[in-house]
């Protein structure tokens, strides 16, 4: 049964293709926001044109309000991760939960050394589809929340959020084990981010490509591989179900990583291919596919900026 719960004080960090999606699902719940730190004040002063319309989610400085709000989303990339920690300490309030939808494995160890694993609750988003150009952003999709506490228990807050979720129009999931489910969600970004970035293919040109599968095959053994040795089990189902959700996807739609190329902007490169590599040497597992395609990203990436 869902609870009918239309008001959490909610905070999204990050102004992204992620934040902006999650903050239009939420935009009716009275009090949302953005926060912003002084710093980067100045970059968020245009209004944020989503879907045609403007988004009347206001942006507003950490450090100008006392409020505590019950939930921050935080919704950056991995490498802007660090950055958003001196907006998070102010608004701390003594029952904050904070939920990362981070792609990767390391967001919730990281925020929870720093602010405490009893405030951090597990979770990433997926189908989302969206085209980002400047201020403007156009979704496909409303995406879907997943998400669940560390040690997988139906907590009073994890259902609360749930409620909170639904209520106000934002998809939401909790599934059996929240390990594994982010896990498959890293072995799809690695597969796949990598793959039409360095191809700069949208979601029509990936669906049916043969070629690209065959290697997102190859590329999920060593997530596999590697996955095991951390103690998360994919099975060969979970690439192929990987492999059928990935076909369906259509339309003209980016990968983040493949927005990210194209806006020349930094990449999550070292936190999908680059990190099995990372994990694959700290265990003496051979990742060879992993490796080749954190390069040639790279390769791409500086080609493109000598133009």
Same mark, same amino acid.
């Given at each position: 049964?869902?609870?009918?719960?239309?008001?959490?004080?909610?905070?999204?960090?990050?102004?992204?293709?992620?934040?902006?999606?999650?903050?239009?699902?939420?935009?009716?719940?009275?009090?949302?926001?953005?926060?912003?730190?002084?710093?980067?004040?100045?970059?968020?002063?245009?209004?944020?044109?989503?879907?045609?319309?403007?988004?009347?989610?206001?942006?507003?400085?950490?450090?100008?309000?006392?409020?505590?709000?019950?939930?921050?989303?935080?919704?950056?990339?991995?490498?802007?991760?660090?950055?958003?920690?001196?907006?998070?300490?102010?608004?701390?309030?003594?029952?904050t939960i904070i939920l990362p939808l981070l792609n990767g494995i390391d967001?919730?160890?990281?925020?929870?050394?720093?602010?405490?694993?009893?405030?951090?609750?597990?979770?990433?988003?997926?189908?989302?589809?969206?085209?980002?150009?400047? %201020?403007?952003?156009?979704?496909?999709? !409303? &995406? *879907?929340?997943? +998400?669940? /506490?560390?040690?997988?228990?139906?907590? #009073?807050?994890?259902?609360?959020l749930r409620d909170f979720f639904l209520s106000n129009g934002q998809d939401?999931?909790?599934?059996?084990?929240?390990?594994?489910?982010?896990?498959?969600?890293?072995?799809?970004?690695?597969?796949?981010?990598?793959?039409?970035?360095?191809?700069?293919?949208?979601?029509?040109?990936?669906?049916?490509?043969?070629?690209?599968?065959?290697?997102?095959?190859?590329?999920?053994?060593?997530?596999?591989?590697?996955?095991?040795?951390?103690?998360?089990?994919?099975?060969?189902?979970?690439?192929?179900?990987?492999?059928? %959700?990935?076909?369906?996807?259509?339309? !003209? &739609? *980016?990968?983040? +990583?493949? /927005?990210?190329?194209?806006?020349?902007? #930094?990449?999550?490169?070292?936190?999908?291919?680059?990190?099995?590599?990372?994990?694959?040497?700290?265990?003496?597992?051979?990742?060879?596919?992993?490796?080749?395609?954190?390069?040639?990203?790279?390769?791409?990436?500086?080609?493109?900026?000598?133009?």
């Amino acid at each position: 049964m869902v609870i009918i719960i239309e008001n959490m004080k909610t905070v999204i960090i990050g102004r992204g293709s992620v934040g902006t999606n999650v903050a239009y699902n939420l935009r009716n719940v009275p009090g949302i926001s953005f926060r912003v730190d002084k710093e980067r004040e100045f970059r968020t002063r245009s209004n944020i044109v989503f879907n045609g319309e403007k988004l009347a989610v206001p942006t507003i400085v950490a450090e100008d309000t006392q409020d505590k709000p019950e939930l921050i989303v935080v919704a950056v990339k991995n490498f802007q991760l660090e950055s958003t920690f001196p907006v998070i300490e102010p608004l701390l309030g003594e029952n904050t939960i904070i939920l990362p939808l981070l792609n990767g494995i390391d967001s919730e160890r990281i925020l929870s050394e720093r602010f405490g694993s009893e405030r951090v609750v597990y979770a990433f988003i997926s189908n989302l589809s969206v085209v980002r150009e400047g %201020n403007r952003v156009s979704s496909f999709s !409303k &995406g *879907r929340i997943t +998400m669940g /506490e560390k040690d997988n228990s139906l907590s #009073e807050r994890i259902l609360k959020l749930r409620d909170f979720f639904l209520s106000n129009g934002q998809d939401v999931v909790i599934p059996e084990d929240i390990h594994h489910e982010k896990w498959l969600k890293f072995m799809t970004n690695t597969c796949f981010n990598t793959l039409t970035a360095i191809l700069e293919a949208d979601y029509d040109a990936t669906g049916n490509n043969m070629d690209m599968i065959r290697v997102a095959r190859l590329v999920a053994r060593e997530v596999q591989t590697v996955g095991r040795k951390m103690g998360v089990e994919l099975s060969h189902d979970d690439v192929e179900t990987m492999i059928r %959700n990935t076909s369906k996807l259509s339309g !003209k &739609g *980016r990968s983040s +990583m493949l /927005e990210d190329v194209l806006a020349g902007r #930094e990449t999550e490169n070292r936190y999908f291919t680059g990190a099995v590599s990372r994990m694959g040497k700290l265990y003496s597992i051979p990742t060879p596919y992993c490796d080749m395609l954190s390069i040639l990203l790279e390769a791409k990436r500086y080609v493109a900026n000598c133009h």
